[in-house]
């Protein structure tokens, strides 16, 4: 029997994953297993180096997930989805976190609940922003149930979740990260689902109203074949602000100016050029090509 304490480490992407094993595995390297997802390579090592063994051997198991386990969706069955015309509806309807389709085609969560099952601690190897903070809490959602399953002698609580957080890709960031592993931030987790909700709403809410009042307009301008005008809560903002600036490009009205280089001579004799100075509070930095 295999007594040795067992962890399950999560990155973002397998490639990642096996940057971590490698790093951490130390000369002898990793192993490389296959679980439940074809896709996702699991890495097995044995390490005295995890902190909560106090120096006893551990056994370690290293995968990955594709990105967003979950994504966000309205909350209402096939049947009435066409019925929601009025676009103020889905600023008031519930949403829901879905399985993404990806995530579902290779198996992720069976995955990650087969390893977790078998395992007594996790640690989170997601990127260090506000999105890799979301799912590494997707995956804490789907590892803690099959991790209480098997050890709730032990109580599998926040202890055992271990947050890794690194900078860069390189053995010793990976070793410094696994020497003073963190816990998880849910405010910062939840910060994302609050923006993915806004996204959701606003995006579904004004490509509704957009399409009503406006594709007939933009058949008859673009394309008959034009079904809906998208928006984006990001994306059309940012496209305005490339049509205003192809607009004043185009309406630009070029102005004859002139340079004046001006040389002087001082007392002594010596010649000086004269450099136009502008004051600080009106000055235009110049970065091209610098």
Not at 60 to 67: A, N
Not at 80 to 92: A, C, G, L, M, V
Request: aromatic share 6%; glycine share 4%.
């Amino acid at each position: 029997k295999d007594n040795r304490m067992k962890i399950l480490m999560v990155a973002e992407k397998p490639s990642i994953a096996k940057a971590i094993a490698d790093s951490l595995s130390g000369k002898r390297g990793p192993i490389q297993r296959r679980g439940i997802s074809r896709a996702l390579p699991v890495y097995e090592f044995t390490t005295n180096r995890f902190t909560p063994s106090n120096g006893q051997p551990c056994l370690v198991r290293v995968t990955s997930v594709v990105g967003h386990i979950y994504s966000l969706g309205f909350d209402f069955d096939a049947q009435h989805k066409d019925q929601r015309t009025n676009p103020r509806d889905y600023f008031s309807l519930p949403v829901t976190k879905k399985e993404e389709s990806t995530t579902s085609k290779l198996r992720v969560i069976d995955h990650l609940k087969a390893l977790a099952g078998d395992s007594e601690h996790l640690v989170l190897w997601l990127d260090c922003d506000a999105e890799g903070e979301n799912i590494a809490h997707e995956v804490i959602a789907v590892c803690r149930k099959a991790m209480y399953h098997k050890a709730s002698v032990l109580g599998v609580d926040t202890t055992r979740v271990h947050r890794a957080k690194f900078s860069a890709i390189t053995p010793k960031a990976l070793q410094d990260s696994f020497s003073s592993l963190d816990e998880p931030d849910p405010a910062l987790s939840r910060s994302v689902d609050a923006r993915q909700e806004l996204d959701l709403r606003i995006g579904v809410a004004l490509t509704r109203l957009l399409t009503w009042r406006c594709v007939n307009i933009a058949r008859q301008r673009f394309s008959s074949s034009t079904r809906m005008i998208s928006y984006g809560p990001c994306q059309t903002p940012a496209l305005s602000f490339c049509v205003d600036r192809l607009r004043e490009i185009e309406t630009f009205v070029a102005k004859r100016y002139w340079k004046i280089d001006a040389q002087v001579k001082l007392p002594d004799g010596s010649k000086a050029e004269l450099k136009w100075r502008v004051p600080t509070n009106d000055a235009v930095i110049d970065t091209r090509n610098k």
